[in-house]
Nanobody, 115 residues
């Protein structure tokens, strides 16, 4: 059994910053890609950023420069640093990871940005 547990969401004013964390736990033998997606209210889920186990990153073009993804392989954890937050960044942020060659999703953490 593998679990992804997110933390770090909350309410922040426009222009502020938040750092999300997602840790994989359980029977973890290998982790390949990890990443973050988000689902704004009333909209479809969309890519935020992904990172491979050797550190290659991929970002949604509209977010590159404000958001930074990183990971700590020793802790089985992926992070998302979000700066200069805007009201349109309000969404449920979901962690994603390929663990033991299977895809897993976290339950999501709410990020709300007030304007």
């Amino acid at each position: 059994q593998v679990q992804l547990v997110e933390s770090g969401g909350g309410l922040v004013q426009a222009g502020g910053s938040l750092r999300l964390s997602c840790a994989a736990s359980g029977r973890v033998f290998s982790i390949n890609a990890m990443g973050w997606f988000r689902q704004p209210p009333g909209k479809q889920r969309e890519l935020v950023a992904t990172i491979t186990n050797d550190g290659r990153t991929n970002y949604a073009l509209s977010l590159k420069g404000r958001f930074t993804i990183s990971r700590d392989n020793a802790k089985n954890t992926v992070y998302l640093q979000m700066n200069s937050l805007k009201a349109e960044d309000t969404a449920v942020y979901l962690c994603y990871a390929v663990v033991n060659s299977l895809a897993y999703w976290g339950q999501g953490t709410q990020v709300a940005v007030s304007s």
